[in-house]
């Protein structure tokens, strides 16, 4: 008999994780319905009664119908009003549940807050949640931030390892939820092993599908730009802001699972990276994240 139980998938971790690419392979099984950054909600209600011309603010719609300014046929405008109107709940995973014919939805908020909040709920279901840990290593996290925010690297890293304290924490208090953790590091380049690994982790069959998940479509909200590079046909183009163009000239033409970005190296200069392993907690954390800290500091001093 088909196991019918209901799966609610949170994906924690920092910004730049690399988790877009890793919940576009999830929403491509076919038990798996990827809902992207559900903790946009909030903004989806008190924005509904507008109509946003700002690609980044977007009301009722996923981020490619968005981008292809088509009608969503699972955010439409009446179903965001319907699910905001009652207050924001655990209850969300149900309704997507029905609305999409999946047993499992993955949110991919990776805000620890989130999964507080949605733990707090009264129809929290601990028994049917999952929690899976997308992790990047430091000096990539810092590169990153401080390229977006021009905030110190020393900054980066103390976001860095709050964030994933704060997952781990997250996930691991009260009733501990099933958790595992996923290094971007090794998904991109092993991401048949990874997605097996995550299946098993989950209880579901991995199908070679996955490793072509853009052949399945995608109703996500949010996430990271250059991973939707792969849904676009010949004469489709991102209508992005600029500050993600070179992300994702960065990406485009490169094979999926063939590739890990690796622009921190060169990015961040020695004093920045001795900067970042000066913020304490963080060399600890990378080990604890399973990186082996001996292999990185290799990578990222004889560059
Ligand atoms: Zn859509």
Known sequence: MENKRRLNIFILGTPFCGSTLLTNCLNSHKDLFTAGELNRMPAFKQFAHLRMNDPEIYTDK?????????????WSHSFVNEICSGGINFSIYEILAQRTGKKGIVDSSK??????????????????????????NPFAFAYSWKKKT??????????????NIRAIMTANHDISLPYLVVRYEQFAVNTE???KRICSFLGIEFSEGMLKFW??????????????????????????????HEGIRHHSGRKF??????????GLNFHEKSEILKISGVSDTTT?????LADILKEAFTA
């Open 150 to 163: 021009g905030m110190p690297v020393w900054k980066g890293a103390e976001i860095w390892r709050d964030i």
């Open 288 to 292: 604890l994240l399973g990186y082996n």
């Open 62 to 74: 996923c981020f490619l119908c968005n981008q292809r300014q088509q009608e969503c046929p699972v």
């Open 111 to 136: 805000d620890p807050g989130w999964l507080s909040k949605m733990r707090q709920s009264s129809n929290f279901k601990p028994d049917q949640t999952f929690v899976i840990h997308v992790v990047r």
């Open 193 to 195: 092993t990874e997605l």
């Open 257 to 266: 699972g063939e590739h890990v970005d690796r622009r921190w190296i060169q």
């Open 215 to 244: 052949e399945v479509p995608i109703h996500s909200i949010g996430g990271n730009a250059s991973a939707y590079l792969p849904y676009l046909k010949e004469n489709e183009s991102l209508n992005v802001p600029k500050k993600w």
